[in-house]
């Protein structure tokens, strides 16, 4: 499984780095997304810093649907999915590779837009572990439920569409757990967000387990 | 070992709720090859299909290299390399990590995967400039042997090739049709459907007749059997193999 998993992430990764389209797309995409929560909030600085967290995240959820398509719309041109069935690979390894390729390039993207936040809404790092730890956790849920409602979505013709209907809400747990971690990280609420950290690994936990337990069924459904 | 290579008995399979498969019967012993004819829609692409554990079928017996296709349809398909209608290549990858990718998927390790990657690309004729292009600059044909290649690195032990030709200029269909004999010879089985009978008769043991989504008819191929069977015994060019073509029934 581990060995298939490896084989599957790193083919991903390399289609990812030669056609650059998280760089030249995805990246630039998220910025925007920042720069117009900007506009929206009239560019209120002090506004803006106390939101940040959400907007943050708001902003890694819309590229993270945007990571899983892209990963799913590999395996849709040419019959990759057929190609990649009728490799003899272990489910469980296709599940993990497509989720720590994903993980891998949303984790660049939220370095990105952590800068961006730095930057455009003047937010400072009050405890960076927290802030890092909620960032893996969340990375790992995000990815992990990207790809197993990717596959679901991925043989129907309105999957693009269909895709964050079904994701965003599945997601929003992990969307007011890291936002809520990350206020503490920031400065912007007092503790320091363990139990939000608690829920974003047992939602990770959740899905990759379900990944490991049902990809293989969803993948020859779909 | 033993026993056929493809048994399947009144083999049901359903796409999209519609019966393409409907009750098809087909023995192909191994080592054998076999041309699949018959009309658009016949059902030769959802055969070859089911055969490789793509297509799950859901009512009769199918068997293939010995595994229940109808208990574990995944069982098989390390063992079993498809040619279908696209080639299942990834547009950014390089020709070269394309073969290498399905050599290791498939269970190569070491230097065994290089090795098996470059007798593929050889073989192919892809390589210098050509090994190191990305899938997607390559023309429908060129993308065609990178397919091909991949087949020939998994070295499968049963070749399932739909339309093969297509695509292919003349020189390539005839290093096609020499990769199925060396397949052949090395003990591989092979299954061909395609309209270009005359081509394909010469590379089969047997032609095999699909129509409405069932085995309607099985008989010697006209030039590499040549009214011989696998077995060195002489039959009739033409005649009906017993026990081969078991089903006739149509779909309803």
């Not at chain 1, 849709?76 to 390894?93: Q, T």
Request: with cysteine.
């Amino acid at each position: 499984m581990w060995r298939d998993a490896l084989l599957v992430a790193g083919k991903d990764l390399r289609i990812e780095a030669r056609s650059r389209v998280a760089t030249n797309q995805v990246a630039p995409y998220a910025l925007v997304v920042l720069l117009l929560f900007g506009f929206a909030f009239d560019a209120d600085r002090e506004l803006l810093t106390r939101a940040a967290p959400g907007l943050y995240w708001v902003a890694v959820l819309l590229c993270s649907l945007l990571a899983v398509q892209r990963s799913f719309a590999l395996e849709a041109a040419d019959g990759a999915r057929d190609g990649l069935r009728l490799a003899g690979l272990d489910p469980a390894g296709i599940f993990l590779g497509k989720a720590a390729a994903v993980a891998v390039v949303l984790a660049g993207l939220e370095v990105l837009l952590g800068g961006g936040i730095v930057v455009l809404y003047g937010t400072g790092v009050h405890h960076p572990l927290t802030l890092v730890v909620t960032a893996l956790a969340a990375t790992a849920g995000l990815a992990a439920a990207g790809v197993v409602y990717g596959i679901m979505a991925a043989g129907l013709r309105v999957r693009e569409t269909l895709l964050p209907l079904l994701v965003l809400p599945v997601v929003a747990p992990v969307l007011l757990a890291a936002t809520q971690a990350w206020r503490s990280a920031l400065g912007l609420a007092p503790g320091d967000g363990g139990r939000w950290l608690g829920l974003l690994a047992a939602f990770a936990a959740i899905y990759l387990t379900l990944g490991v337990l049902g990809f293989g069924t969803l993948l020859e459904d779909a | 070992m033993s026993g056929p290579a493809i048994d399947l008995v009144g083999a049901v399979a359903l796409s999209g709720g519609f019966p393409v498969l409907a009750g098809a019967d087909l023995r192909v012993e191994r080592g054998e090859v076999v041309a699949l004819a018959g009309a658009n829609g016949a059902g030769k692409t959802s055969l070859l299909r089911a055969c490789a554990g793509l297509l799950r079928v859901v009512r009769g017996r199918a068997e293939v290299l010995g595994a229940d296709l109808v208990a574990e349809p995944r069982a098989v398909r390390r063992r079993v390399g498809l040619l279908g209608h696209t080639g299942g290549l990834y547009d950014d990858l390089r020709v070269r990590e394309q073969v290498e990718f399905a050599v290791r998927a498939a269970g190569g390790r070491g230097g065994a995967v290089a090795e098996r990657a470059d007798a593929a690309l050889v073989a192919l004729g892809l390589t210098g400039r050509l090994a190191t292009t990305s899938v997607a600059g390559l023309s429908a044909g060129q993308r065609r042997r990178v397919a091909l290649a991949v087949l020939v690195a998994r070295d499968p032990e049963l070749w399932l090739l739909d339309e093969p030709h297509a695509g292919l200029d003349a020189e390539h269909r005839d290093l096609l049709d020499g990769i199925v004999r060396a397949a052949a010879a090395g003990g591989a089985t092979v299954v061909i459907a395609s309209h270009e009978l005359d081509r394909v008769a010469a590379l089969a043991d047997r032609r095999v007749t699909v129509a409405g989504g069932v085995v309607t008819a099985s008989s010697a191929a006209d030039a590499r059997g040549a009214g011989t069977r696998t077995d060195g015994t002489a039959e009739p060019g033409g005649a009906t193999r017993p026990g081969v073509a078991r089903g006739t029934s149509h779909v309803a």
